[in-house]
C-alpha cells in the first residue's frame, strides 16, 4: 500500500497536474485528497478512480464522485477497490460498455492484439460508425482504435506494445480488474468461460450463453455440448500455441456448426495437427463477420467459405502451402483479408468487386487478375509477397492504390517507383527480400514531399 503521500502523488498525475486552470486545479486537489483517504492506499484504486476524475471537468460532477465514494465508507476496506471498479464502469458510456466486458474472454495475463480485438468489436457490431473529415474517411477500424485508448485514459485498460505508427499495438488488463470484468459480464450473462467449474454449474444455463471462451485442455472441451448454445454469437478458442492439446478441429462435431446460427465471431487459432480439417457445415455460418484460423495446419481452404457473404474479416494465415479457392469475389462486405504467407490456387483469384476491402496481406500477385489492382480504390493496408514480378508492375501497383497507410513489399526489385507515385497517405513502408541497388533513404525517399504523412521505412533482409 502507499502512503498518503505516495496516494495523492498518483491521482494528481493521473488526474490533475496535467490540467491549466488554476482555479479549476485547487477545487479538484481539495476533492482529490479527501478521495485517496478512502483508497486504503491501494495503488489501483488510486490509478482506476483516477482514470474516472481525468474525464471529470466540473466541480459538480467531482462532487458527484465524491458523495459516491463517501458512500463506500461502511464497506471493509478489502471490498473498496470492487466499489471504485464498479463505480468507473458504471460511468462508462453505453458504447465503451460492451466493449470493455468483450475483453473478458481472454485469458488472464493473456496480451491481447488491439487488430484482432477490434475487428471482433466489429463483428459483433459494437462499432457502427463511419466519420468524415477533411475529405477522409475514418473507418471503423479508427473508431475502434479511439474507443481502447478512452478505455486506457480511464485506466480500464493498460497499454501492452505500441506500434511504430504511435497506435496500441497490444493490451491487457490488471488481474483484479480482469476479474470484476469477468464477474460482471457473468453477472449480465454477457459471456462464459470454459473450465470444469464452468461445466458443473452453468449446464442448465447453456441455452442462454451469448458469448464463450474456450481456455481448458482437450479432456474438459470434450465434455462441452455445442449443440445446446443455439443464441452463441462468439466462440473464441485462445491457449497459446505451446500449451494447445486441442489439436484437432474433430471436436467440433459435424452437425455442432448447424446449431450456430447466430455466430459472428469465430475464432479458432493454432489447431497443429497434421493437416487439420473444417468441418463440413462450416457453410452453415452465413451471418459470420469475423473468422480467423490463424497458425493452424490446414492444407486446404474449404470453397463452402464462400457461402459466408457477411463476412468482414477474414485471417487465413496458417502453415505455407495451403490451397486457396476462387471465392472471395462472393464475399463482398470483406474488410480484411489476410492469406497464408505462400498459397497455391487452382484459377487466379478474384478480387475486384470487394469494393469495401481495406486490408490485404500475403497478396502474389501472380496469383491476381491484373484489373483487381484498378479497382480496390479503399485499400490501406497491403503486404505483396511474391519471388518474381516486373519492375513495371510494381509501379501499376503503387500508383493504383492511393489510399495505402502500410504497405510492405517482399519483391526482388532493384528500383523503387518514384516518391510521387505512392499514396500520399503513406505512413509506413517496408522492404523485405529486395535486391535495391541504392538505399532508398539515402536518395531522400523518406524525405519527399509527395510523401508528407510517411513516418517508418524498415528495410529487412528476410521476413
Known sequence: CLNEERSWELLDKIAISWREDRVTKTYMEKFGKEMIGYCGGLPLAITILGGLLAAKQTREEWEDVLRHIKSYLHVEQNLRVNKVLAL??????CHLKPCFLYLGLFPKDFEIPTKELIRMWMGEGFISEIHHNRGREYTMDDVGHQYLRELVQRCMVLVGKMGSLGRIKSCRMHDLMRDFCVSKAQEENFLHITNILF???HEAQNGKVRRLAMESDDNYIKGIKFSEYPYLRSLLYL????NNRLQSYSYFKESCFKKFKLVRVL???NFQKHECKLPKD????????YFSLKYSNIQKVPSSIGNMRCLETLDLQVFSGSRVPNVFKYIKQL???YLPKYYRVCCKLELGNLSYLQTLVNVQPKTI??????KLNRLRVLKVMNNEWAQDAIQILVSRCQHIEKLHLYLPIKKLPDAHQFSPYLAKLTLSGTKLEEDPME?????????????????????
Open 282 to 289: 462450416i457453410r452453415c455460418l452465413i451471418f459470420l463477420r
Open 369 to 374: 487478375q491484373i484489373p483487381t489492382w484498378f
Open 88 to 93: 468507473s464502469y458504471n460511468d462508462l458510456p
Open 267 to 269: 475464432h479458432l487459432e
Open 443 to 463: 536518395t531522400g525517399f523518406g524525405f519527399s514531399p509527395f510523401l508528407f504523412e510517411m513516418e517508418s521505412v524498415q528495410l529487412r533482409a528476410e521476413v
Open 239 to 242: 491457449l497459446p500455441c505451446q
Open 199 to 201: 461445466l458443473k454449474q
Open 335 to 337: 474488410k480484411q483479408l
